[in-house]
């Protein structure tokens, strides 16, 4: 591995180095080769030893990241790395990304946790975020997952395991609150300057980042939103300067559309619903631009500005959304009444809680009438679609490329995913590698993966879903 550790050069305050805990007996169970190729690291280097953190690869040099953040809501001034470390960065081809270790031991921030992590968690977050990277969501990567032969204690004993997770980088809103509340300016100015050459090269000052930044969680919110899929966790230390997608806890992709879904456990009055993510993204960036403050000459000057960049959320997030559930129906080009048209679509299915992936899919083979349930209700909106569809250059072949290309047939349906670690807790990881090969090609209608497409049964339904710490 090459590394090139930019962040372990930063001041010494901003981290605490050291060692990943060792553990009794590590496993492979998984390793991205595809990944591994990209970051250019040769497979063979990725041994059970080093992705559990028991031998360090050379040129490493592991710390754990200090951050805040406010969660739910409420103001937490010291969270940061308590469960993970960051071996390096290394330089790949594409780019510069981070190598962490999540589920190494206890750090400095680990509070009254065990700095571990157990095989359930580690594997949803394996396939959850290679799915989003399958279906072109910017997002952090899973490179490995290990297990540790130890037993984690939650409710009840579990498997321990470590992720190798792949980040552009892993730095937050809360790591920016962790400097801005300590008024410690000249970390906060070297991790600006530190995020501005990693990540937005062109940006010229703070304000101007934050501007990116916008644009970039603005892109990424619509991504999600297109795609049905909820955060569920999305506290400021869970918002990746990048504008990647990071922790994936709680999260899960609707399979019945309602606006007002929520699946964490712990989002008990629906902060992070499906239809709040906007918003949230944008208290978010409200929050980055308050920390960012005091690197701002003139406060007053500056809290004007920052708000009105805040503010430009809207724009970009309403573009990139339009856009998307455009081609989701079919339209490439821009008409007056096309929001009115999908929000009327969303609407229908809302009340007949149609399976958000499927009944966009089903659009492509026009049998999505069979989705929208409540009487009259598809038939109301039919005609104003095909008249659109009319309107709309090139051939139905063309209409429906661009809905196949939009709508995917697969994503990780929390049943099939629940199903994979249930399995994986008793040494069978068939179904969880199985999944992973079919969410590879999200799009693809490959009849080997149909029992993948359908909506939970009954039984199956998973109705809440847990932070996995
Ligand atoms: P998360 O809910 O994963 O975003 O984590 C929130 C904070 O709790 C972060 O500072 C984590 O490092 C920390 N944390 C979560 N789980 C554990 C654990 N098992 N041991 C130590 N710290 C943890
Ligand atoms: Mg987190």
């Known amino acids: 591995m090459r590394f090139d550790n930019s962040y372990a050069r930063l001041p010494a305050r901003m981290y605490t180095r050291l060692n ?9 169970i998984a390793v991205n080769a595809p990944l591994a190729a990209e970051l250019g690291i040769d497979p063979a280097q990725l041994t059970a030893e080093v992705l559990a953190g028991n031998a360090l690869p050379e040129g490493a ?3 754990a990241q200090a951050y805040a953040g406010h969660q739910f809501g409420g103001w937490v001034p010291q969270l940061g790395d308590g469960r993970a470390i960051l071996l390096g960065e290394v330089v790949g081809e594409h780019g510069r990304r981070d190598i962490q270790l999540k589920g190494s031991g206890r750090t400095p921030y680990s509070r009254q946790g065990d700095g571990r992590a157990w095989l359930g968690p580690v594997l949803r977050e394996y396939i959850l975020s290679e799915a989003m990277h399958a279906l072109g969501v910017p997002t952090t990567r899973a490179l490995a997952v290990a297990t540790t032969g130890e037993r984690v204690q939650r409710e009840q004993g579990f498997p321990g395991a470590v992720l190798t997770r792949v980040a552009s980088s892993h730095i937050r809103v809360g790591t920016f609150q962790y400097f801005a509340a300590r008024s410690d300016t000249e970390a906060l100015q070297a991790l600006t300057d530190h995020v501005i050459a990693r990540h937005y090269p062109n940006a010229d000052g703070p304000m101007d980042m934050l501007r990116g930044v916008v644009q970039a969680q603005a892109r990424l919110v619509a991504q999600w939103m297109s ?29 019945g559309y309602h606006p007002s879904t929520v699946f964490s456990s712990i989002d008990q009055y629906g902060r992070y619903a499906y239809q709040n993510q906007p918003n949230i993204a944008a208290w978010n960036l409200a929050q980055l631009a308050t920390a960012l403050l005091p690197l701002m000459a003139d406060r007053e000057a500056a809290i004007e500005e920052a708000t ?4 430009g959320f809207v724009e970009p997030f309403q573009a990139e959304w339009m856009r998307l559930f455009r081609a989701k129906i079919g339209l490439a080009r821009e008409e007056e009444g096309d929001e009115t048209l999908i929000t009327g679509l969303l609407g229908r299915m809302a009340t007949s809680n149609s399976d958000f992936t499927n009944t966009f899919r089903a659009l492509t083979r026009e ?29 139905a072949v063309d209409h429906q490329a ?19 670690i249930q399995a994986g807790l008793t040494g ?23 029992d993948l497409t359908h909506p939970p049964e009954d039984h199956e339904r998973v109705t809440r879903t847990f932070c996995g710490t």
């Open 61 to 63: 040099e592991p710390l």
């Open 428 to 450: 069978d990881f068939a179904p969880f590698h199985r999944l992973n090969a079919a969410l590879a090609a999200p799009h693809v209608d490959n009849p080997d993966y149909t």
């Open 402 to 420: 661009t809905m196949r290309a939009a709508n995917p047939v697969l994503i990780p349906r929390n049943h099939r995913v629940e199903q994979a």
């Open 308 to 311: 009105e960049v805040v503010n």
């Open 20 to 28: 990943p805990e060792p553990v009794s007996d590590p496993q492979i």
């Open 227 to 255: 795609l049905g899929f909820i955060h569920g966790v999305m506290n400021t230390d869970n918002t990746a300067l990048s504008g990647e997608t990071i922790d994936y806890g709680p999260c899960a992709f609707m399979d």
């Open 367 to 395: 049998d999505a009438s069979a989705h929208i349930t409540d009487p009259g209700a598809w038939d109301s909106w039919l005609p104003d679609w095909q008249a659109r569809l009319a309107r709309e250059p090139g051939e």
